[in-house]
């Protein structure tokens, strides 16, 4: 693992057309310090922002004004190759959605990112090596038609490993998970947090999520409360 990456959100502010072409300002001059290795809920109402911000962070969306910086670097100085690969590279994304491909067994799933360059022996062994840290070293043939969602979700946090990612994104990771499973995801989380250091950003409704990560954030009506 490459240890955590520090963060850093300066008076960002992000407004879309909607239909009709009504402006809505979903961030409004947001500021946020995210140091490295830690662990940070976002929490809040559903349209105070939390997606989006996840989304700046990530370099999947821009900011209209502001600046967003991982260790250091302001990701929009970066043009659109700069910003695929600090993607593919620097950020693991974990969404409430696994986005799995159906038609790809588990075990090439978490090859995916791999991808965009090559394939190594290395790779392989370390795709094998994560789900068998979540736990399915025996569904690695299985397609994610043939798991349950606890199964999926924990495929889709393989994938977003598998290159050593300094910051992981996780977008409401538990929404779709029953009790059980949910507990076992934010356990695992924490767990390769603790081991690797990664800074784990982490939105969500649920509270029991919320109240195991190290600092929590409020936002409401597009900024930190």
């Not at 955590?4 to 960002?12: I, N, P």
């Not at 961030?27 to 989006?52: F, I, N, Y």
């Not at 209209?64 to 302001?74: A, F, K, M, P, Y």
């Not at 090596?129 to 969602?149: A, M, N, T, Y």
Request: with cysteine; hydrophobic share 45%.
């Amino acid at each position: 693992m490459n240890g955590g990456a520090d963060v850093s959100v300066e008076r960002v502010c992000r407004t879309f057309a909607m239909p009709g072409g009504v402006p809505v300002t979903v961030l409004r001059d947001l500021s946020l310090q995210v140091a490295a290795g830690e662990t940070l809920a976002v929490t809040g109402p559903s349209g105070s922002g939390k997606t989006t911000l996840l989304q700046v962070i990530g370099a999947l969306d821009r900011p209209d004004s502001g600046e967003v910086r991982v260790n250091g670097r302001e990701l929009g100085a970066l043009d659109d190759r700069g910003r695929a690969a600090f993607r593919n590279r620097e950020v693991g994304f974990v969404f409430q959605a696994h986005h799995l491909l159906p038609q790809l067994t588990a075990f090439e799933n978490v090859l995916v990112p791999a991808w965009a360059g090559r394939v190594t022996p290395e790779l392989e062994v370390r795709a094998r090596e994560l789900l068998g840290r979540v736990g399915l070293s025996d569904r690695l043939g299985h397609f994610p038609g043939q798991l349950s969602g606890g199964e999926r979700q924990r495929v889709a946090l393989a994938r977003a490993l598998l290159l050593s990612p300094g910051l992981l994104l996780a977008d409401e990771p538990t929404g779709a998970l029953d009790h059980a499973n949910a507990r076992a995801l934010v356990e695992l989380l924490l767990e390769l947090n603790r081991e690797s250091g990664t800074t784990l950003i982490v939105v969500t409704h649920a509270e029991a999520c919320a109240a195991r990560m190290a600092r929590r954030v409020a936002l409401a009506d597009g900024r930190v409360e």
